[in-house]
């Protein structure tokens, strides 16, 4: 994790948000549900984005990643914060297909947008492309982006809800 | 809830967070444990205050309140946020005596600051002096304090770690 | 709930077990995962059968139901006790096929046998066969099967861990 | 853990229950709260007893074992189960004395009967009577004792529900 000097990113170190750096890679994506269009990061700019990164059939993304995800939908309603889920198959793809994804977010009840990362054009690379883009390590994954298009936090497995709330709010405090 | 106009105050209200107003009231108190002195909130001036007012044998300060104060003091350590607990007995006083307090706070592994606030100076008032100067309306109370001094936030009962975690981070970004 | 005059019944009442009615009917599978054969009740016979129903993309089941059931495995793992998940799919059919089911099984650790529920013969039936057998209210639905073959207990929804290894072990010292 | 041979106390074996041995012990109490009597352990013979030994200030009863022990109050009532809660103070004692027990068990709502272990006659020995004469490791400490008075599990720390309430039935199960 990056440590920067100055006063509010001691803050920033201590919540685990890293220094602004490269702008984070756009997204690749085959499809999206509950949105009637597709989103790109582009057109995000401005907006704090958390980008949930899941499979329909990991554990740990239904037991914690995907209930957190809601939550900070639910929380941060009405700010600047866009929160987007993305499907990265990487494993039983033939289990985790687009039509039972769609079953999945009906019966979890999940209203915020969803993109299908996009199958490697390599038939043997099992790894989507946006997965492979930003170097995921697995599912659940959570990346935060700020305003600016950089990314800012890359987590692999459960996140502390206080700890992310300051760093959302962080990101959020910063302006365009 | 107040709700100002401008950007960071929208969002401000959705995390709730009111606009500054008077400065919190003094704290008046009969004893401290976990720290050598007694605390004045004016020291504070320049951090972040998280007051958790509680009683040791209330069952949501026990299961909720306080193991929420412990995650704030352990995820915002190296941070300008003081979390400072306040035991405020307004009910079976003789069951919730300091000597019964500090082994409470021997067995729970509380690590911060934590001040009795003062028993009130008329014997048929049961709620002690600070509890009754910040108007709480009961246990356990969670104050959110500036680092002008201002009071910003005043829950009692149960409050969500997300928007916590964004309350905070906000009012360390607003700086000095 | 039915409840007996005699003692022993009288327990039986309050932890939720009906006296021995009617023989539970036969079930009917299309498949069966972490097994080598087709399980028929009867041969569970002098065996007290816990039988889960679920669906692999119904969050109770996945949140409640099916970690309830792999720990009865794992508690009565040694005893008579069998415990059998039964994929009573009856709506998002095309989501929860048993390629889905089977990845679902190995990313949950299941361990226990599980059966498909066969689709109904009427193609405008969503319910499948056994789960009409039974006339089961949804999904999950626990069933407590006696050792000679009598429904002893159905329930709907989530059922406590203390009432239901009460009742477990109830069934286990009947005797045959 | 003892394990017997013949059928139902395999069953036993797997959930924790030993074979009937010795009586036992007496309890050595000096007050009683949510009963208008001292009970004897003697006056209880014929039913289930669970005995639940607790310390006030003990986080893992207060977490852990008195929500369990409530639990069990509630699933066994209308049973031959009586439910029964020691305070075994063995540290800490100014600040856990009767005057804040009572406190505890009206903030908690326990409303089964507690007895106070009698402090022992030697002063320098902090571990009360009844917890000596059962030779209790700590607290929270649970014993299961049958019909006839012999203690049938001695479980110290967390105890999972699913097998506690098998095998409080295995004990409802063997009358007289």
Redesign the interface.
Known sequence: MHRAAA??R??HG??GLDPPGQPAPPWTTREWFNTGETLHLAALRGRVVVLHAFQM???AC??HGMP?AQ??HA??????VAVIGLHTVFE?H???TP??L???L???RIAFAVGVDAPSADARQPIPVTMQAYGMQGTPSLLLIDRNGHLRQHAFGAV???????????L????D
């Open positions: 006063r509010p001691v803050t201590v919540i059939l990991c554990p239904v037991h957190q939550r900070i929380t941060f309603a009405g700010s600047d039983h033939a289990a985790m039509v039972s769609q079953a999945f009906h019966e979890y502390d809800d206080l700890a992310l709330g300051a760093a959302i709010a962080m959020i405090a910063e302006g």
